[in-house]
């Protein structure tokens, strides 16, 4: 499978792992694409906010937005991918934390 060359190294790092763990359809390609160009804009948007603040003039930094729905399209497309899911740990009750 192609990986999409205008996404980020990590993005394409992240295509080639999951496309060589999963057998995409074509349609599961552009999805893992779609939420890869978000993660990639998600990315942009916060480098912005951390360069320029989160308050501009008195205003909330417009790429605060971006990088929200971006983050949130990621994930949606993850979840459409089933790539969501952590595996499941042992079964049974967790076990007690102690704090001192």
């Known amino acids: 499978m192609n990986v999409p ?4 190294k990590e993005s394409r790092k ?7 763990e999963y ?13 890869l160009e978000a993660w990639d804009r998600a990315q942009c948007a916060r480098r912005l906010v951390n360069r320029e603040g989160l ?9 605060t937005d971006i990088e929200k ?6 994930l949606r497309g993850m979840r459409q991918l089933g790539l969501d899911v952590l595996p499941p ?12």
């Open 14 to 20: 992240v295509f080639r792992r999951i496309s060589s």
């Open 69 to 74: 729905q971006s983050y949130s399209l990621f």
């Open 23 to 35: 057998e995409l359809t074509a349609d599961g390609a552009m999805i893992l694409q779609a939420s």
């Open 89 to 100: 740990g042992p079964a049974g009750r967790p076990p007690e934390v102690h704090f001192s």
């Open 5 to 8: 060359k205008h996404l980020s």
């Open 55 to 63: 308050v501009i003039e008195g205003k909330r930094h417009p790429a």
